[in-house]
């Protein structure tokens, strides 16, 4: 488990670099933070350096929306917020995107947490103070 300290917009662009480098060989990132703790954001500017073209926006209504890099490769972006029953997840077929071998990044994935594979990130946003957010990246091997 690995923490850094963002101070806002002006260092975004380090801290996606930081959550990229850390979870690197994983698939599924799962991005845990109350509302405003900017989760979002940080997926957009993951995004960005990730070479995603697409305007990434949260897909809370929609469940998932899927983004494209400039050689068609997908990213799937997951928001769980609005969910009510985990079949829900399951009906759009949830678990094909996260054996997909894509990279798939899950908002409030602790409402379908029993779905979620046994390997795969977690990035914790922390709110301080202002702008300041904790970023905590932990790698979750064998359900651990």
């Given at each position: 488990?690995?923490?850094?300290?963002?101070?806002?917009?002006?260092?975004?662009?380090?801290?996606?670099?930081?959550?990229?480098?850390?979870?690197?060989?994983?698939?599924?990132?799962?991005?845990?933070?109350?509302?405003?703790?900017?989760?979002?954001?940080?997926?957009?500017?993951?995004?960005?350096?990730?070479?995603?073209?697409?305007?990434?926006?949260?897909?809370?209504?929609?469940?998932?929306?899927?983004?494209?890099?400039?050689?068609?490769?997908a990213f799937y972006h997951f928001d769980?917020?609005?969910?009510?029953?985990?079949?829900?997840?399951?009906?759009?077929?949830?678990?094909?995107?996260?054996?997909?071998?894509?990279?798939?990044?899950?908002?409030?994935?602790?409402?379908?947490?029993?779905?979620?594979?046994?390997?795969?990130?977690?990035?914790?946003?922390?709110?301080?103070?202002?702008e300041m957010r904790?970023?905590?990246?932990?790698?979750?091997?064998?359900?651990?």
């Amino acid at each position: 488990m690995t923490t850094i300290s963002c101070k806002g917009l002006p260092q975004i662009s380090e801290c996606a670099k930081f959550v990229i480098d850390l979870c690197e060989g994983q698939k599924v990132w799962v991005f845990k933070g109350e509302l405003g703790a900017g989760k979002t954001t940080l997926i957009q500017e993951i995004a960005k350096q990730m070479g995603v073209l697409d305007r990434v926006s949260s897909p809370t209504f929609s469940l998932v929306n899927e983004y494209q890099d400039q050689a068609g490769v997908a990213f799937y972006h997951f928001d769980f917020y609005r969910i009510d029953d985990v079949e829900e997840a399951v009906e759009i077929g949830v678990d094909e995107y996260f054996h997909s071998g894509s990279y798939c990044w899950v908002e409030w994935g602790e409402r379908v947490a029993e779905l979620i594979p046994e390997n795969f990130a977690l990035i914790e946003l922390l709110k301080g103070d202002d702008e300041m957010r904790e970023i905590t990246v932990k790698i979750i091997l064998d359900g651990e």
